[in-house]
């Protein structure tokens, strides 16, 4: 054994060994921060921190929850008066705690909680959630407290759940642990619930249980100095209890690590997300069309949904999606049936299932024959099925069980509106009779009644969702199938390209040389050669005389562009002439251009002409990429041109792509019918596009200062099919490319090093 430990050492250089060496201590040390939260969220024993006898206060209502809802650890109450409180003997630290201690719930006042949690350490307790608030949600000085905090609680190799939170909660009927001050006791349910709003969480609580939902555990992680969304997600992956997660953010702290986490548990179970924040201020101080055009809110949206992350816009939907996940199975396709005893509402049904791109299922007709030997002749057995208003219970009962055993459909909504003196109530029980035998497909009702019903449902045990309106059913059919296709979505791979990068630094690294932290357009265009975007054949040309040789070798038509230092957009000043079809165009052309640049007073930062070839087609596409201050590089792709800022049909994502994402990307705008060839015009390489944005993930990757970028248009042939870059635009942020290239100036001169 030493001998090949010797071999090995021989091999391969030292560093290779350190670097392994650290990521196994890395893993090692994140499992057990992960073991740790197993403190938290299932204590054997509890110090409540702060507890008081004093009616309506934080460490009041902390005692009571744990011991109405019969926690079933031991309850240490530690107040510096000690004493008896609710019939508990108080201690006044948590050192004169005779037991051991998992968990600390801090209620302190905030100047006393650094201490609090030093005589945790001394007791050896490893969980803290700290609901006290007062840190950096006040200011400077708050988030000077709140550092330290976390600088304690990483040095004693705790978790801590806060500070400024509600608590946290696990119904399990092992441990049962209320540990917030909402005013409601939870109700038991398969929810993972993590809520960055103490009282916002504390309100959701209320309304779920009115829902008829319940959860498995509940994480309040108010200014998450430790705990966040994260760890919860990582914590809650393997956990049976948690079948679903729902989370309200206002933030995401670390968009990378959420992805690859996101990413991989939502394939296991769903996640649903509300996420605050939907401004896009700032977003006007971009100067490309793709800064322009993207925001912090598009950065978020992107970031969840290659994530596989439902997103929802509001707590209406959110509940609404969450009740469907909890009492529904993940279909196996997209079809459904629609049963009813009105046509009316069963054409609404099937128009909202048509406009979320699901298929109305092909009833079977085996099953079409089974369900005339029962229902009256004037019933349609097509899909919607039709039972009339005349339908008894027992119609329900037979249609719902006949279709359910139907291949040929995935999802079922069953709607009731009320005739004939059925009683609501009672056809729910019925439906949920039959769902309790056919467990394997997800079934829905709609019940157009009086409230009254929905208030009985919330205080009964369900096994099916039920809504007022169909277009809620069918909402939450999508969000099923949305899932579904996830799962089944492959993984996707990010390729690496050969590419010239020297070339393309070198050509960045003159442009910063020069305090440029804008490319010239022949510059922008020279570092897409590199990375192998097809570009047009071109030539630059500083005369007249050369701009005429350079488009005799390329071959008339051409287009004349400038390029300068100081002007960006060239259209603005008439600085982009096409279809020039002689030398003599080219000629006149050329000198209207410099008269034009002088009268304006613009001729200074002229470094040339671009002479390019001209590409024939009228469909214009953009692609780009923007840096978000807390996302990163976003890239876009879109219809391009003249029409970009109007039509705004543009997709984004958040690099680097994998081939799957420029895939979904391409399909996703409205323009890509015009891209498969409509109208007879020749259909783009698809292909080729989608290299051309995994090149452009890469060309961000390597040169992570740069800030926009843009190619407009993105010319798609109607020769070939390709998409060619016509223009390009590069902006770099200038400290970090100065930075990143060894950029150095001394007693005033300044060169790069390379």
């Given at each position: 054994?030493?001998?090949?430990?010797?071999?090995?050492?021989?091999?391969?250089?030292?560093?290779?060994?350190?670097?392994?060496?650290?990521?196994?201590?890395?893993?090692?040390?994140?499992?057990?921060?992960?073991?740790?939260?197993?403190?938290?969220?299932?204590?054997?024993?509890?110090?409540?921190?702060?507890?008081?006898?004093?009616?309506?206060?934080?460490?009041?209502?902390?005692?009571?929850?744990?011991?109405?809802?019969?926690?079933?650890?031991?309850?240490?109450?530690?107040?510096?008066?000690?004493?008896?409180?609710?019939?508990?003997?108080?201690?006044?630290?948590?050192l004169e705690i005779p037991g051991e201690v998992d968990l600390a719930i801090i209620v302190v006042n905030a100047k006393f909680v650094l201490d609090t949690i030093d005589?945790?350490?001394?007791?050896?307790?490893?969980?803290?959630?700290?609901?006290?608030?007062?840190?950096?949600?006040?200011?400077?000085?708050?988030?000077?407290?709140?550092?330290?905090?976390?600088?304690?609680?990483?040095?004693?190799?705790?978790?801590?759940?806060?500070?400024?939170?509600?608590?946290?909660?696990?119904?399990?009927?092992?441990?049962?642990?209320?540990?917030?001050?909402?005013?409601?006791?939870?109700?038991?349910?398969?929810?993972?619930?993590?809520?960055?709003?103490?009282?916002?969480?504390?309100?959701?609580?209320?309304?779920?249980?009115?829902?008829?939902?319940?959860?498995?555990?509940?994480?309040?992680?108010?200014?998450?100095?430790?705990?966040?969304?994260?760890?919860?997600?990582?914590?809650?992956?393997?956990?049976?209890?948690?079948?679903?997660?729902?989370?309200?953010?206002?933030?995401?702290?670390?968009?990378?690590?959420?992805?690859?986490?996101?990413?991989?548990?939502?394939?296991?179970?769903?996640?649903?997300?509300?996420?605050?924040?939907?401004?896009?201020?700032?977003?006007?101080?971009?100067?490309?069309?793709?800064?322009?055009?993207?925001?912090?809110?598009?950065?978020?949206?992107?970031?969840?949904?290659?994530?596989?992350?439902?997103?929802?816009?509001?707590?209406?939907?959110?509940?609404?999606?969450?009740?469907?996940?909890?009492?529904?199975?993940?279909?196996?396709?997209?079809?459904?049936?629609?049963?009813?005893?009105?046509?009316?509402?069963?054409?609404?049904?099937?128009?909202?299932?048509?406009?979320?791109?699901?298929?109305?299922?092909?009833?079977?007709?085996?099953?079409?024959?089974?369900?005339?030997?029962?229902?009256?002749?004037?019933?349609?057995?097509?899909?919607?099925?039709?039972?009339?208003?005349?339908?008894?219970?027992?119609?329900?009962?037979?249609?719902?069980?006949?279709?359910?055993?139907?291949?040929?459909?995935?999802?079922?909504?069953?709607?009731?509106?009320?005739?004939?003196?059925?009683?609501?109530?009672?056809?729910?029980?019925?439906?949920?009779?039959?769902?309790?035998?056919?467990?394997?497909?997800?079934?829905?009702?709609?019940?157009?009644?009086?409230?009254?019903?929905?208030?009985?449902?919330?205080?009964?045990?369900?096994?099916?969702?039920?809504?007022?309106?169909?277009?809620?059913?069918?909402?939450?059919?999508?969000?099923?199938?949305?899932?579904?296709?996830?799962?089944?979505?492959?993984?996707?791979?990010?390729?690496?390209?050969?590419?010239?990068?020297?070339?393309?630094?070198?050509?960045?690294?003159?442009?910063?040389?020069?305090?440029?932290?804008?490319?010239?357009?022949?510059?922008?265009?020279?570092?897409?050669?590199?990375?192998?975007?097809?570009?047009?054949?071109?030539?630059?040309?500083?005369?007249?005389?050369?701009?005429?040789?350079?488009?005799?070798?390329?071959?008339?038509?051409?287009?004349?562009?400038?390029?300068?230092?100081?002007?960006?957009?060239?259209?603005?000043?008439?600085?982009?002439?096409?279809?020039?079809?002689?030398?003599?165009?080219?000629?006149?052309?050329?000198?209207?251009?410099?008269?034009?640049?002088?009268?304006?007073?613009?001729?200074?930062g002229l470094e040339g002409v671009i002479i390019q070839e001209m590409v024939k087609?009228?469909?214009?596409?953009?692609?780009?990429?923007?840096?978000?201050?807390?996302?990163?590089?976003?890239?876009?792709?879109?219809?391009?041109?003249?029409?970009?800022?109007?039509?705004?049909?543009?997709?984004?994502?958040?690099?680097?792509?994998?081939?799957?994402?420029?895939?979904?990307?391409?399909?996703?705008?409205?323009?890509?019918?015009?891209?498969?060839?409509?109208?007879?015009?020749?259909?783009?390489?698809?292909?080729?596009?989608?290299?051309?944005?995994?090149?452009?993930?890469?060309?961000?990757?390597?040169?992570?200062?740069?800030?926009?970028?843009?190619?407009?248009?993105?010319?798609?042939?109607?020769?070939?099919?390709?998409?060619?870059?016509?223009?390009?635009?590069?902006?770099?942020?200038?400290?970090?490319?100065?930075?990143?290239?060894?950029?150095?100036?001394?007693?005033?001169?300044?060169?790069?090093?390379?």
């Amino acid at each position: 054994m030493n001998n090949i430990l010797t071999k090995l050492y021989n091999l391969f250089p030292p560093q290779i060994f350190l670097y392994y060496n650290f990521h196994v201590v890395l893993q090692k040390k994140g499992r057990e921060l992960m073991t740790i939260l197993d403190k938290i969220m299932k204590p054997k024993s509890i110090a409540v921190v702060g507890a008081s006898t004093k009616e309506h206060t934080i460490g009041s209502d902390i005692m009571k929850r744990l011991q109405e809802y019969n926690f079933n650890g031991k309850i240490y109450p530690v107040n510096p008066k000690g004493g008896i409180i609710e019939g508990l003997q108080a201690y006044t630290s948590v050192l004169e705690i005779p037991g051991e201690v998992d968990l600390a719930i801090i209620v302190v006042n905030a100047k006393f909680v650094l201490d609090t949690i030093d005589q945790c350490h001394e007791k050896g307790i490893k969980g803290l959630c700290i609901i006290t608030a007062g840190f950096k949600e006040t200011g400077a000085e708050g988030a000077e407290a709140e550092k330290q905090l976390l600088a304690k609680v990483r040095e004693y190799g705790m978790r801590c759940v806060g500070p400024n939170c509600l608590g946290v909660v696990n119904t399990h009927p092992d441990i049962r642990m209320d540990g917030c001050f909402a005013e409601s006791l939870p109700e038991r349910g398969n929810i993972g619930f993590v809520s960055q709003s103490g009282a916002l969480g504390g309100g959701i609580l209320n309304i779920l249980k009115d829902l008829n939902l319940g959860f498995a555990q509940f994480i309040s992680i108010g200014n998450q100095a430790d705990v966040n969304a994260e760890t919860a997600l990582e914590y809650w992956e393997n956990e049976a209890d948690v079948e679903q997660i729902l989370l309200y953010m206002e933030s995401i702290q670390n968009p990378a690590n959420f992805r690859k986490l996101a990413s991989r548990i939502s394939k296991k179970k769903p996640i649903l997300a509300l996420k605050a924040g939907r401004s896009a201020a700032g977003a006007s101080a971009a100067s490309s069309h793709t800064g322009s055009l993207a925001g912090a809110d598009k950065a978020a949206n992107a970031l969840l949904g290659q994530s596989g992350v439902i997103r929802e816009y509001s707590l209406k939907d959110l509940f609404a999606t969450a009740k469907v996940f909890a009492n529904c199975p993940i279909p196996k396709g997209n079809r459904v049936a629609i049963i009813t005893n009105s046509g009316g509402p069963g054409i609404m049904a099937t128009d909202a299932v048509c406009e979320h791109g699901m298929q109305m299922a092909k009833i079977s007709d085996a099953t079409k024959e089974k369900l005339r030997s029962f229902l009256p002749s004037a019933a349609s057995v097509k899909n919607p099925i039709d039972m009339i208003a005349s339908a008894p219970i027992e119609h329900y009962q037979q249609t719902l069980e006949t279709v359910i055993a139907d291949e040929n459909v995935d999802m079922i909504i069953t709607i009731y509106l009320p005739f004939l003196g059925l009683k609501d109530i009672d056809v729910a029980k019925a439906l949920m009779e039959i769902k309790a035998k056919n467990p394997q497909k997800p079934v829905i009702g709609v019940f157009m009644t009086k409230s009254e019903f929905f208030n009985k449902i919330s205080d009964m045990d369900v096994n099916m969702p039920f809504f007022m309106y169909a277009e809620e059913a069918a909402d939450g059919l999508n969000r099923l199938n949305q899932q579904r296709l996830w799962m089944e979505r492959p993984e996707g791979k990010i390729p690496s390209f050969d590419v010239d990068y020297k070339k393309a630094q070198e050509i960045i690294a003159k442009s910063v040389n020069e305090g440029r932290d804008q490319l010239t357009t022949r510059e922008s265009i020279d570092v897409l050669d590199a990375y192998g975007i097809r570009v047009c054949k071109s030539g630059f040309a500083k005369s007249e005389d050369e701009a005429v040789t350079i488009a005799d070798s390329i071959g008339y038509p051409v287009v004349m562009k400038m390029t300068s230092k100081t002007t960006s957009h060239k259209t603005d000043v008439g600085g982009v002439r096409v279809n020039i079809q002689s030398a003599e165009q080219l000629r006149a052309e050329y000198q209207d251009l410099i008269s034009k640049l002088e009268e304006k007073g613009l001729l200074e930062g002229l470094e040339g002409v671009i002479i390019q070839e001209m590409v024939k087609g009228n469909r214009e596409m953009v692609c780009g990429i923007a840096t978000d201050p807390q996302y990163g590089p976003m890239m876009m792709f879109g219809l391009g041109g003249v029409f970009i800022e109007v039509m705004k049909d543009v997709t984004f994502r958040i690099a680097p792509l994998t081939d799957i994402d420029a895939k979904e990307m391409i399909k996703s705008v409205k323009a890509y019918k015009l891209l498969e060839g409509a109208r007879g015009t020749t259909p783009a390489q698809m292909e080729q596009i989608e290299e051309t944005l995994l090149r452009l993930s890469q060309l961000v990757h390597d040169f992570k200062f740069i800030d926009e970028l843009d190619i407009n248009p993105l010319l798609i042939s109607e020769k070939t099919g390709e998409g060619i870059a016509v223009d390009g635009r590069i902006k770099v942020r200038m400290s970090e490319a100065q930075e990143a290239l060894n950029y150095h100036c001394k007693d005033g001169v300044c060169a790069c090093s390379f």
